[in-house]
């Protein structure tokens, strides 16, 4: 998720803005599968004195990239998918991931859906505000 100038023209199919560049930047450069606060939407944050390092259902990793790029940070909050639909104890989006990654033959991908299970795995819902 990112934060900043953004100019959005659906009628004519045109997008372009700090925002944007920054979001898709961070997104394709991930190699794993998940959502990030890239470094506008931390100093966004920031500012209503919100420690981004603790946020709920948000835990820092370190940012596994396709390359090795030295502009982009690598360590951000990264969201901790399915943690808001808990069944049994059990998040049923770790669940779909491993399901899916049975169909997937090539390995770069089998590895994506690795680190983000692995990520599910080792980060839970913090109970507290």
Wanted: hydrophobic share 35%; charged share 25%.
């Amino acid at each position: 998720m990112s934060v900043g100038d953004f100019y959005a023209d659906p009628k004519n199919n045109i997008y372009f803005g700090r925002a944007l560049i920054e979001a898709y930047t961070y997104g394709e450069n991930q190699d794993w599968i998940g959502l990030l606060l890239t470094p506008s939407a931390i100093e966004k944050i920031s500012q209503y004195e919100i420690d981004t390092k603790n946020l709920l259902n948000y835990a820092n990793m370190k940012v596994p990239y396709k390359k090795n790029n030295k502009d982009l940070i690598s360590e951000l909050p990264a969201y901790i998918i399915g943690e808001h639909s808990i069944v049994n104890g059990e998040n049923l989006c770790i669940k779909s991931l491993i399901n899916l990654r049975s169909k997937i033959k090539e390995q770069s991908i089998l590895k994506k859906y690795d680190r983000t299970i692995n990520f599910l795995k080792l980060n839970k819902r913090r109970n507290e505000i």
